[in-house]
């Protein structure tokens, strides 16, 4: 028992003496703030890759309701532009037809084929019949290219939902369906068309909005903002045109069905009477006509008996 209770007390006291050193409670300290500084770094990072996975990972939803892709920021601050490198010696060799021009203008701007007169639905460019590089007017993506021998081929770039440019009268193409273009990147040549052999070497150039055909000089050097809040007073113009017209059709249909519904306020001149009373007089009358005047029937009496009076005569 005493041998035990000895090694006690020399265990106690090897610890003590350790502890009583005076490097040990600060190396505890330190070991101690370097766990735990190990630990919350850990943590975070751990945290930061759970986050990372969360805001890119292809499997998490959108809140794009639609699931639309987004339109490029580079793209919606772009304004449309010419399709050719040096607009200022371009020549436009047909105008846009516009509604509102006058009569000369919009006869300049029919084009015809087959003895058929078609509005022009673009604007016709050429380099006094050089060829040169069809360049796209904004960024966007292709969306058709065809071969078409009376437009002289075509080319169609989207830009945003429901607009689009056309590019017609172009050979050699550069790009295909599906690939995402630039702006002022050239995307075909000026050709010909069997549509406009007039313009000879040409590009034909649209801009659409949800299918139809603007001015394209109406917008060069504008956003597609201005497209789209033009394109909406245009189909509130014609809403309200068409709101007039209904009004003024159902206003002419309530003053038909007025004039049906009375008849007897408009006789004919000339009616004939329907009176009993009155057709017995005009029987009396006649009547009376004929009694008052017999001498119609005496003369042609007469007239049978003259003969044989002057046959006896002259016997």
Known sequence: MREEEKKHTSQKSSVQKFFKKRWVFPAVYLASAAIIITAILWYQASGNDVAEE??????????????NPAMEVNRSLENFVMPLENPDTAVIEKQFYDVDASAEEQAAALVVYNNSYQPNQGIDISMDGKEFDVQASMSGT?????????????????????????YQSVKDFKVKEGDTVKQGQTIAK???????????????FEIRKDGVA????????????????????????????????????????????????????????????????????????????????????ESEDQATENPDEEKKENQ
């Not at 292709?142 to 056309?166: F, S």
């Not at 000026?190 to 034909?204: M, P």
């Not at 009155?278 to 029937?297: G, I, K, L, M, Y």
């Open 214 to 297: 603007v001015n394209p000089l109406d917008y060069v050097n504008k956003s597609l903002a201005t497209l789209q809040e033009a394109s909406l007073e245009e189909e509130q113009k014609t809403d309200q045109e068409e709101q007039a017209g209904e009004e003024s059709s159902e206003q002419q249909s309530s003053e038909e069905n007025a004039g049906t519904e009375n008849p007897d306020s408009e006789q004919p001149a000339e009616e004939e009477s329907t009176d009993p009373a009155e057709d017995q007089e005009n029987t009396d009358a006649n009547e009376t006509e004929e009694q008052a005047d017999p001498s119609s029937d």
């Open 54 to 67: 969360n805001q890119y990972g292809f499997d998490q939803p959108t809140d794009n309701e639609f699931d």
């Open 190 to 204: 000026a050709g010909k068309s069997t549509l406009n052999k007039d313009a000879g070497i040409h590009v034909h």
């Open 142 to 166: 292709v969306t058709k290219v065809l071969e078409d021998e009376l437009l002289g081929n075509v080319i169609e770039i989207e830009h945003d939902k429901g607009i689009v440019t056309l």
